[in-house]
T-cell receptor
Framework: DVKVTQSSRYLVKRTGEKVFLECVQD?????MFWYRQDPGLGLRLIYF???????EKGDIPEGYSVSREKKERFSLILESASTNQTSMYLC????????????FGEGSRLTVL | GNSVTQMEGPVTLSEEAFLTINCTYT??????LFWYVQYPGEGLQLLLK?????DKGSNKGFEATYRKETTSFHLEKGSVQVSDSAVYFC????????????FGKGTRLSVIA
């Protein structure tokens, strides 16, 4: 089975802190994605990557950056966390041929105080 | 642009009731359509998909038919169980171009015994 592992299930950070959310997949998938999930807003795409060292902005990239130095790892970075970034963050991956068939991690719930 | 509209929840049903969750889409060209499910405390997982008009996707007793004439992909199940309680997301992906999924806002289903 494909496994997508997110490093932390729950994080509490202070405003202004730098936050790293790590995601690792074990099935050699080319594509990786970061979404945030908020009540009433559904899933919104932050960034995605179709290859190592490649990144594309999604619908809401402001305040975030990403890093993909290795194929299996896709990191989401909040350079200076703000309270409006309190949310559930979901990482997903897929093969190059089946971009729409995503495998998700369990999510990282971030609270910024 | 591409978008998905789902019926708002929450939807509350008794066990063995019939379920319909409406999903309509707006897209250029001929998208692929998906339903994802998120059980409590978990990430999303693919439930079913359809890639062309009149295709029917099915899994775990759930079905959805790709209706091009009504731009719809409604999710149905004949007899729901308590274990079906979850949030359901409709999504689309344009086949042309390297575009990621666009998700609806999700519909929460609660099934009571």
């Amino acid at each position: 089975d494909v496994k997508v592992t997110q490093s932390s299930r729950y994080l509490v950070k202070r405003t202004g802190e730098k936050v790293f959310l790590e995601c690792v997949q074990d099935m050699d998938h080319e594509n990786m994605f970061w979404y945030r999930q908020d009540p009433g807003l559904g899933l919104r795409l932050i960034y995605f990557s179709y290859d190592v060292k490649m990144k594309e902005k999604g619908d809401i990239p402001e305040g975030y950056s990403v890093s993909r130095e290795k194929k299996e790892r896709f990191s989401l970075i909040l350079e200076s966390a703000s309270t409006n970034q309190t949310s559930m963050y979901l990482c997903a991956s897929s093969t190059g041929r089946r971009i729409g068939e995503l495998f998700f991690g369990e999510g990282s719930r971030l609270t910024v105080l | 642009g591409n978008s998905v509209t789902q019926m708002e929840g929450p939807v509350t049903l008794s066990e063995e009731a019939f379920l319909t969750i409406n999903c309509t889409y707006t897209a250029t060209g001929y998208p692929s359509l998906f339903w994802y499910v998120q059980y409590p405390g978990e990430g999303l997982q693919l439930l079913l998909k359809a890639t062309k008009a009149d295709d029917k996707g099915s899994n775990k007793g759930f079905e959805a038919t790709y209706r091009k004439e009504t731009t719809s992909f409604h999710l149905e199940k004949g007899s729901v169980q308590v274990s079906d309680s979850a949030v359901y997301f409709c999504a689309l992906r344009r086949v042309s171009g390297n575009t990621p999924l666009v998700f609806g806002k999700g519909t929460r289903l609660s099934v009571i015994a």
